[in-house]
T-cell receptor, first 115, second 112 residues
Framework: AQTVTQSQPEMSVQEAETVTLSCTYDTSESDYYLFWYKQPPSRQMILVIRQEAYKQQNATENRFSVNFQKAAKSFSLKISDSQLGDAAMYFCAYRSARSGNKLVFGAGTILRVKS | DAGVTQSPTHLIKTRGQQVTLRCSPKSGHDTVSWYQQALGQGPQFIFQYYEEEERQRGNFPDRFSGHQFPNYSSELNVNALLLGDSALYLC???????????FGPGTRLTVL
């Protein structure tokens, strides 16, 4: 079974600074997708960024980028120029290319942004 | 365009009771998945519905059951409630299998 591990329960960053959230995963499959989701205090889960395992190029979405290391099974999220609105719970998630829509989530990292 | 909607927002039940939670998918979406998120934890996959059939199921007992209607909306039923069933229940919809999922705001279930 696939597992996702987020080893940082909580992180803090100063506004305008850069922060990196860590995620590792375990799978025996070669074709899969990785995601970072953001869950603000209002609870609605929002997709931040996704990465296809077959793509070597790291995904980027504006201030958000990932460092995908397939051999090491590592998938970290870098947030540049942090803003107060970035404060939320961040979840790393895995989806097999063969398992429909099932997402396997990590335990999450609370990100606090200081002004 | 309304996103994924869920009802009710909050619900309080007692042990042994039964509960039904509802989800309306985003317009154009035909696939619905349900997740259970205990306090301070990541969501756990319960099951997924597509074409009115349960297509995939997570590690949840048979007390958890569901249904998908012809209009793609879905219900999650939980029988014989336990204290451990207290959680935020999230619904996610997508335009088919293997597509990006959009989450609803969730239903907070408290079992006393």
């Amino acid at each position: 079974a696939q597992t996702v591990t987020q080893s940082q329960p909580e992180m803090s960053v100063q506004e305008a600074e850069t922060v990196t959230l860590s995620c590792t995963y375990d799978t025996s499959e070669s074709d899969y997708y990785l995601f970072w989701y953001k869950q603000p205090p209002s609870r609605q889960m929002i997709l931040v960024i996704r990465q296809e395992a077959y793509k070597q190029q790291n995904a980027t979405e504006n201030r958000f980028s990932v460092n995908f290391q397939k051999a090491a099974k590592s998938f970290s999220l870098k947030i540049s120029d942090s803003q107060l609105g970035d404060a939320a719970m961040y979840f790393c998630a895995y989806r097999s290319a063969r398992s429909g829509n099932k997402l396997v989530f990590g335990a999450g990292t609370i990100l606090r942004v200081k002004s | 365009d309304a996103g994924v909607t869920q009802s009710p927002t909050h619900l309080i039940k007692t042990r042994g009771q039964q509960v039904t939670l509802r989800c309306s998918p985003k317009s154009g979406h035909d696939t619905v998945s349900w997740y259970q998120q205990a306090l301070g934890q990541g969501p756990q996959f319960i099951f997924q519905y597509y074409e009115e059939e349960e297509r995939q199921r997570g590690n949840f007992p048979d007390r958890f059951s569901g249904h998908q209607f012809p209009n793609y909306s879905s219900e999650l039923n939980v029988n014989a409630l336990l204290l451990g069933d207290s959680a935020l229940y999230l619904c996610a919809s997508s335009p088919g299998l293997g597509q990006e999922q959009f989450f609803g705001p969730g239903t907070r279930l408290t079992v006393l």
